[in-house]
């Protein structure tokens, strides 16, 4: 197996068993099993299972978070003077992670690493969100204050929290929208998602420009 091949069968491997046991139940062993490769291979790529996390992690966090800033910058820098509008900085915040999250099996499995990466309290969790999001998450809290007049800088953040919550909710398709509904709602359909997700945080943000006045 090329050298450059077995990296990637080996993160591809990463990112479903860490998704499936979480990193302290995943081992080396079952990621050399499920990757096909003898495990002496995952230490000469990556050398410990942290440093193979956070390269598994890295792989799909800068992919997504470099379409949104590439959005983000085209939304700025086809206005002009007229600023983009909050919906369409949304659809540039949601859309790439929602459309990886819907393809298939890697989108599912990522989903999981994030959502769990995100919501941990441990030192290297909270070491790799800073590292790969807190730089577009501060591009995004600043441009939700350029759009939407009066909102304070204090509830930006929220709104970016608030936002992310729900993102990562519908990242992937999970089936539960359409159990819920009786088959009516479709939750891999990434078109029906976004037009729902954009109008429903666009408001709530909106809202907190008179919650800050008052």
């Avoid at 068993?17 to 050399?32: C, D, P, T």
């Avoid at 408001?203 to 008052?214: D, F, V």
């Amino acid at each position: 197996m090329p050298e450059q091949n077995a990296s990637q069968s080996i993160l591809d491997a990463a990112e479903r068993i860490f998704a499936l046991h979480g990193f302290e139940g995943a081992s080396m062993r079952q990621i050399s099993v499920e990757a096909g490769v003898a495990q002496a291979l995952l230490h000469y790529h990556f050398g410990t299972k942290e440093k193979l996390y956070e390269a598994m992690f890295s792989r799909r966090s800068d992919a997504i978070n470099t379409e949104r800033a590439a959005r983000l910058d085209a939304l700025f820098a086809a206005g002009g003077e007229q600023l983009p509008s909050l919906a369409s900085l949304l659809e540039a915040l949601f859309r790439p992670t929602v459309e990886f999250g819907h393809e298939g099996q890697a989108g599912n499995m990522f989903s999981r690493v994030l959502a769990a990466t995100a919501n941990a309290d441990d030192e290297r969790s909270r070491t790799l969100i800073a590292a790969h999001y807190d730089a577009i998450a501060q591009r995004f809290i600043d441009a939700f204050q350029r759009v939407v007049p009066g909102l304070k800088p204090s509830d930006a953040v929220w709104s970016y929290m608030f936002a992310i919550g729900v993102g990562m909710t519908m990242m992937a398709a999970t089936g539960r929208a359409g159990r819920l509904s009786g088959g009516v709602c479709n939750d891999s359909d990434v078109d029906a998602v976004m037009a729902r997700i954009v109008p429903f945080i666009s408001a709530g943000i909106e809202a907190l420009t008179s919650h800050s006045s008052t």
